[in-house]
């Protein structure tokens, strides 16, 4: 550990560029010092590894983004759980995070992975577990939870501190039952980047009229 923390101030954080440049899209990367590599982005850091210590995954978050320290909370609360990541250092604008490996939902759709009802089974009940440690799942879609030789990970749980409720998985899970499993059963394909983003945009903004519609009906009550 002593040593990659090395690597990650000495090496990483000197030359690495993540910037938001919108918050309710993904972090963009703009440079990756060698041989550091990128997993992956979200809307508040990007997730990096070194090739020596690949047992370990690096967030880092850009510049002005909040939640670094309800981040490692949520792992503390946590502990060890077969679904989860765990934090094993937090450090100035990172956190070191055991690495989870495997293929998020949304690029088993676009490779034309079979999603698994094993899978959604372990995500609900991680997150039965989560509720019971006091913690409030939060942002779980296609993109935050992972397969895994047919089991099911989440990858991000940065926003299980917000205490207001959010619908996402019951939204996808009711896709997953009603319109995934029933195509997939019979004819697997990999559905294009272009669909699956205007997909997600479409349902972004379903929820925003959704929330709004709510908001008024209480404003009326």
Known sequence: ?????????????????????????????????????????????????????????VKVYAPGRPGLEEEAEVYRRLGPHPAFSEC?????????????????????????ILITEQAIEDIDKALQYARAQGLHPHDVHAKNVMLQDGRGLIVDVSDFL??????MWEDYKKAYYQLYRPVASRWMFPVPRLVLETVRRGYRLWRRRKQWRNWLTHLKK
């Open 88 to 112: 094993y250092y937090t450090g100035p604008g990172f956190l070191v995070l055991k690495r989870l490996n495997g293929v998020t939902f949304y690029d088993s759709m676009k490779q034309g």
């Open 1 to 57: 550990m002593e040593k990659l923390l090395e690597q990650i101030t000495g090496e990483l954080l000197d030359k690495v560029i993540v910037e938001s440049v919108d918050p309710q899209e993904p972090v963009q990367v703009r440079s990756v010092p060698k041989p550091w590599r990128l997993l992956g982005t979200g809307n508040y850091a990007a997730v990096f590894y070194h090739p020596g210590a690949a047992e370990y995954a």
């Open 162 to 167: 917000k205490q207001e409720d959010c619908s």
